[in-house]
């Protein structure tokens, strides 16, 4: 009976210091900054976020050269993010001369990606925005601010992919005067580079007016349609069965 | 009874006679409160909550609280304080403020350790609404928070701090620290049955159940200490542990005999049960009851009972201290810190004590992360069945190494502690007072091992041999 008690306490020691030799495993890792969550959490605002993998559907880009401004992105669209003009260039070939993402209405769903017939469009990993900074809310939500001209030689773009990026306070004078001499100030014919929204509040409520005239047209359009159907469909009914003739009897 | 040197002190310095008013004496006591209770027992016990969820964190391997510093508090002291200035003014002088070298530094260190949620979690707790229950019993609901705090902050007033740093000098302080720290239970108690609450009754019961149950383990642990050291006093069971030298924590209880620390560890755990941490909060099970006992607290009721918990905690760790680790003591060369003027030789054995009682404090944090919560009756059955026997052989044994030593010689006067006479078992019989209870501790595991320790064989095929 005593050997069992003793063995009791045997246990319960061992099985203590089983524990606590795991936690203080987990503490001394813990303060090295290595296991766990330590070693996988980033802190985020703080320090610069990793991009896990290339399948991230961050913001949206378009290859401006080779979009052929088909709209299959914009009919595909289910929050009508996109607005788009196209114009002929001076061989005689279709280009965008006005390729606008609003960010804020998209919802990363990645479907006009997969309907673009060309894959000018695609999702970069970049993710973050803040129409606060002046860094990463310059090209975003700033309407009426300057915005980049991307009908540009494609070295040109790489560059100024490149420098747009960076913050404005890390550019040399030189970088940011070439930047500037690329920045549309008239705020027409671009390209949003990172999708960027209406210029001005009057053109957004123009192309929200224009795009829901649209809507109604074509829904007016479909109802006469169907109206037309149905009359059709009536006149085929009274073909088959004339007045007066309730239809054929049982014997 | 008498008060303590730093009273006495003060109130003839105040009056400037040998037979101080008794306003001196009130005045002096009350700063003698104030400087060991307000200001080192309830800031660590705030600091508690924060350095709870850093240990949680480390033990589950994530970041815990590193964002909330005092930038906040800053920029609202200067709103307030210069409120007279305009805004632009008021953003200026801190700009300039925050320029100053090193303040910048302090503000990462305090954002780093979360220092700022203990301004954010008591404006919270102000904040919150104070709640009674319609089915309470109001009086008695209202008083229980108030009576947890006196159960946990009284027995400080006997507890050695410093040398000099002594409120109460009672000669059965040991005594009187259990005794008083009995309040909490009531305490408990009446949070349980005033909630009107099923849960709240359930926890509050079942807390009164533990903790009269733990107090008997804690009770034999301390009489093991006063049977080994002759006194009741905690200052004189600190006093004795002193040993000239240069390592003085040879003198320590903890090392004295293999049965003080077998009690040393009993008193540990007996302890941690009696202030209601996992593996012992039966009182508040979350898991089973809500929230136990507090369950119908809510604002600054809580906060009390929280702040009771760390406090007991504290207490906890600071009798552990002053029993078996020579309270305020350095573990090395404490024979020239009694030395110093007494103001530094204060602070010293201050920081010393506080050393102590956080590192008790750390342990019993490390282990409320790592075990689970016992079973109701499992803790019972710890309490009988294995820490009441485990003492009452400590007390045997003592008795027994007490006895075949060869009497006491008297010892060395420490400080302004009289000399009281020490037990003298000379070199062998030291090595003979540890040596032999281990040998027959070990013996009695290796048969206990070989006679239940093994697993069945299916069991053994298993787990691949381990228990």
């Known amino acids: ?251 | 009874m008498s008060l303590g040197y730093a009273v006495d002190a003060l109130a003839r310095w105040l009056t400037g006679s040998e037979d101080p008013a008794s306003w001196a004496i009130a005045v002096a006591v009350f700063a003698v409160f104030v400087a060991p209770i307000l200001l080192v027992v309830f800031p660590i016990a705030a600091l508690g909550q924060i350095l709870e969820r850093k240990v949680a964190a480390a033990v589950q391997r994530r970041h815990g609280p590193n964002s909330v510093g005092f930038d906040g508090v800053l920029r609202l002291a200067f709103r307030v304080c210069l409120f007279f200035l305009p805004r632009a003014r008021q953003d200026r002088l801190l700009a300039a403020f925050c320029a100053l070298p090193g303040i910048k530094g302090l503000l990462h260190l305090a954002r780093r350790l979360g220092l700022g949620q203990l301004v954010a979690d008591g404006v919270k707790m102000l904040g919150k609404e104070d709640m009674v229950p319609s089915g309470a019993d109001g009086v008695v609901f209202r008083l229980a928070p108030y009576l947890a705090l006196t159960g946990a902050f009284l027995p400080f007033c006997a507890m050695p701090f410093a040398h000099h740093l002594v409120m109460l000098e009672v000669p059965v302080s040991a005594l009187y620290a259990i005794a008083v720290s009995g309040i909490t239970v009531m305490a408990l108690l009446m949070a349980g049955w005033g909630s009107g609450n099923k849960f709240s009754l359930l926890g509050g019961m079942r807390a009164v159940a533990q903790m009269v149950s733990y107090e008997i383990p804690v009770a034999l642990a301390i009489a093991g200490v006063v049977l080994w050291s002759g006194t009741m006093d905690l200052h004189a069971i600190v006093g004795q542990q002193y040993q000239p030298g240069v390592l003085t924590f040879l003198g320590w209880n903890l090392l004295q005999s293999p049965f003080l620390a077998l009690l040393a560890v009993v008193f540990f755990l007996a302890g941690l049960a009696e202030c209601q941490r996992t593996p012992f909060d039966m009182a508040e099970a979350e898991s089973e009851l809500v929230s136990g006992f507090n369950t119908e607290y809510s604002g600054l009721r809580w906060g009390m009972f929280a702040m009771a918990e760390y406090t007991e905690m504290l207490l906890i760790g600071a009798l552990f201290a002053s029993l078996f680790l020579g309270g305020y003591q350095s573990p090395i060369g404490e024979q020239w810190i009694v030395t110093w003027p007494v103001w530094l030789e204060s602070l010293a054995h201050l920081l010393l004590f506080v050393t102590k009682v956080l590192a008790s404090f750390l342990l019993m944090m490390w282990i409320r992360w790592t075990l689970p919560r016992l079973r109701v009756d499992q803790v019972m059955r710890l309490c009988w069945l294995k820490l009441v026997p485990l003492c009452l052989l400590a007390m045997v044994g003592l008795a027994f190494t007490i006895l075949l030593g060869n009497g006491t010689v008297p010892g060395t006067a420490y400080g302004r502690l009289p000399a009281l006479p020490r037990l003298d078992l000379g070199v062998l019989g030291r090595l003979a007072a540890w040596a032999l209870p281990l040998a027959l501790a070990a013996i009695l595991v290796v048969a206990a091992r070989k006679r239940h320790g093994q697993l069945h064989p299916a069991l053994r095929q298993l787990t691949g041999g381990s228990a």
């Open chain 1, 1 to 251: 009976m005593i050997l069992a008690w003793v063995n009791d306490i045997y246990d319960g020691v061992a099985a203590f210091l089983t524990g606590m030799r795991m936690t203080a495993q987990f503490m001394v890792e813990n303060w090295r900054g290595q296991g766990g969550a330590m070693a996988m959490t980033r802190q985020y605002p703080e320090a610069p976020a990793e991009v896990i993998g290339d399948r991230v559907r961050g913001h949206l880009f378009n290859k401006a050269d080779i979009c052929i401004v088909c709209h299959e992105c914009d009919k595909v669209c289910p929050v009508d993010c996109f607005v788009m003009e196209a114009e002929r260039t001076a061989e005689n070939k279709i280009r965008a001369s006005r390729f606008d993402i609003d960010l804020s209405k998209c919802i990363y769903c990645g479907l006009c990606v997969r309907a673009c017939p060309t894959d000018s469009l695609s999702m970069t990993t970049a993710f973050e925005m803040d129409p606060t900074d002046d860094v990463l809310g310059r090209y975003l939500f700033r309407r009426n601010s300057t915005q980049l001209d991307m009908r540009l030689d494609a070295p040109d773009v790489g560059r100024l992919t490149e420098l747009a990026n960076k913050p404005r306070s890390a550019l040399t004078a030189d970088e940011q005067a070439w930047l500037d001499a690329r920045i549309d100030q008239r705020g027409v014919h671009l390209i949003g580079m990172f999708g960027v929204g209406y210029y001005t509040a009057t053109e957004k409520a123009r192309v929200d007016g224009e795009r829901e005239a649209r809507k109604k047209a074509k829904d007016l359009e479909a109802i006469k349609i169907r109206a037309a159907a149905a009359q059709a469909a009536q006149a085929k009914a009274a073909l088959a069965t004339p007045p007066g003739n309730p239809g054929p009897q049982s014997p």
